[in-house]
């Protein structure tokens, strides 16, 4: 494309501030990277993201970074909540989705000779696809009670321990949710769909640990190489999507002036202090809990159908919950940001000092990536740093970091959520025949795959996702995210 970028230092490019632009934008990648990133819409949506009102800093792209809706998936955005704005289209479509990792004290050994049996039960007790109704079917009462209270319902209900919650960003569970403004059409679609994968993207897998790299890290998690682990990827299905689809079209009616003085319309934002943007950060937070709700009954599906196959009760096989991280949200946070003599907020150099601002950080497809200290970590992590999970593929590794120190500086917190898509759905069904990727997976790599449709396969097959190993080498080194294992998948289930 036409935009040029300027190399700050290894991996930290920059698109200089120039016109409307409210703030420069920054993209952090290797050159092998910065490639793909430069074939699609990505830096153009980046720098468009620069004229939010209120961007703070810098707009940046994650190394995982590509083409999104409106706003790059794999961006970071962190407006001011007092004379910024708050957008839709830079959380996504799907509010809080997100992965989780569950533990377990079985090896790979312990697991070899199951594979089938394990793949068939996972598919057959976890809903998934289109239709298929949820582990839960929820009258109206339910939905308001998860929107509001999140995975504390979980627990109410028998779903979920307490030590679940505390290995849950946010404890699973936003006090800030505001249920009554969230559609009716929205809470209708969410009721068949409590404890579901929904299609595509999102998936179940088990997977073996391969590799350790930070031992005392891991040691903290509780990971070892050859153990089990369970990685659980998916979101607020077609309530998360409904809400979003309701805001975007009153920001539309009700804010068309701030709509037209952007470059995309996609990137419609609420002004922060009005009436809509309050509204729809109380609607997002309240799908934020129903997608910690959806994650934890198919965590626990999964705990019992471990069970069933291995004979023995989940607690003796010590399924637990690592962490939960979400990677489409946006929270309001407090960070530390350079002001120049004013008081506005500008880049460290020609910062005066430094103040602490309440901003909204919005990550899509980014991670939140806290290192220790942050008062938003939870006990077991507040010396170590968060976990953060970043799913590769259904061929490749996965990888668990630990939030690094030098995120707060230069991604408010933030790292990649994944190894990115480097082809289009409608490319990937051209390039790939379902069942040839899964026998091959099968027979090469003994990855033991089931899906609800043979395209799904073919749009998520491993050649459609950027190389994983890259992803995480550049965050591990800006010390953004710090690679602490490496896992490879064993069972796979696909909506
Ligand atoms: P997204 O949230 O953007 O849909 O996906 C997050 C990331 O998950 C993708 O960038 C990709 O790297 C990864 N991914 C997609 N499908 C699979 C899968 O079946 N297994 C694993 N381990 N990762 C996957
Ligand atoms: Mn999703
Ligand atoms: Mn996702």
């Given at each position: 494309g036409d935009i040029e970028l300027r190399r700050v230092r290894e991996h930290v490019w920059e698109i200089p501030q120039e016109g409307e632009m409210n703030a420069p934008a920054r993209v952090l990648a290797s050159e092998a990277l910065l490639d793909h990133i430069g074939d699609d819409k990505t830096l153009e949506q980046l720098r468009n993201a620069?004229?939010?009102?209120?961007?703070?800093k810098h707009a940046i792209c994650m190394p995982d970074g590509h083409q999104g809706y409106g706003f790059p998936v794999g961006g970071v955005g962190a407006t001011d909540t007092t004379d910024g704005c708050i957008s839709p289209g830079a959380v996504g479509?799907?509010?809080?989705c997100g992965v989780r990792m569950m533990t377990t004290n079985l090896t790979y050994e312990d697991l070899q000779g199951h594979e089938e049996e394990l793949v068939d039960a996972l598919f057959e007790a976890v809903p998934s696809g289109l239709?298929?109704?949820?582990?839960v079917k929820g009258d109206a009462e339910t939905i308001e009670d998860i929107l509001a209270r999140g995975m504390q319902w979980a627990v109410d209900a028998g779903y979920a321990t307490d030590d679940d919650l505390a290995h849950c960003e946010d404890e699973g569970f936003?006090?800030?949710?505001?249920?009554?403004?969230?559609?009716q059409k929205a809470k209708d679609r969410g009721r068949n769909q409590i404890g579901s994968l929904g299609s595509g993207n999102h998936f179940l897998e088990v997977q073996r640990v391969t590799d350790i790299y930070r031992e005392d890290v891991a040691e903290s998690f509780g990971l070892e190489a050859d153990q089990i682990v369970v990685l659980i990827h998916c979101g607020s299905r077609g309530l998360g999507h409904q809400t979003c689809t309701d805001y975007l079209r009153r920001i539309e009616k009700e804010h068309k002036d701030l709509l037209d003085g952007l470059p995309d319309k996609e990137l419609a934002a609420a002004p922060a202090g009005s009436e809509l943007a309050e509204e729809y950060y109380g609607a997002m937070c309240a799908a934020i809990n129903f997608a910690w709700v959806n994650r934890q009954l198919i965590m626990h599906r999964t705990r019992e159908v471990f069970a069933d196959v291995f004979d023995r009760d989940w607690r003796d096989m010590e399924m637990r919950l690592l962490y939960d991280v979400a990677h489409n949200i946006a929270k309001k946070e407090v960070h530390e940001v350079g002001v120049d003599p004013e008081g506005r907020p500008v880049r460290d150099g020609d910062a005066v000092e430094r103040e602490e601002r309440e901003l909204y950080v919005h990550r899509k497809g980014a991670t939140r990536a806290f290192p220790a200290g942050r008062p938003e970590l939870p006990p077991a992590y507040a010396d170590v740093g968060q976990p953060v999970i970043i799913p590769g593929s259904m061929g490749a590794g996965s990888y668990v970091l630990r939030g690094g120190d030098q995120s707060l500086d230069l991604t408010f917190g933030s790292t990649a959520h994944g190894a990115g898509r480097l082809m289009s759905r409608t490319k990937a069904k051209q390039e790939y025949w379902g069942e040839t990727v899964q026998d091959e997976l099968r027979e090469q790599e003994k990855i033991y795959v089931k899906a609800q449709s043979g395209a799904t396969v073919a749009e998520e097959a491993?050649?459609?996702?950027?190389?994983v190993d890259e992803v995480v080498r550049v965050s591990d080194e800006l010390g953004i995210g710090d690679k602490v294992a490496r896992t490879f998948p064993v069972c796979n289930i696909k909506g």
């Open positions: 620069t004229h939010l009102p209120g961007i703070t479509y799907d509010i809080n239709g298929g109704g949820g582990v936003r006090d800030d949710a505001r249920p009554e403004f969230v559609s491993p050649g459609v996702y950027k190389d």
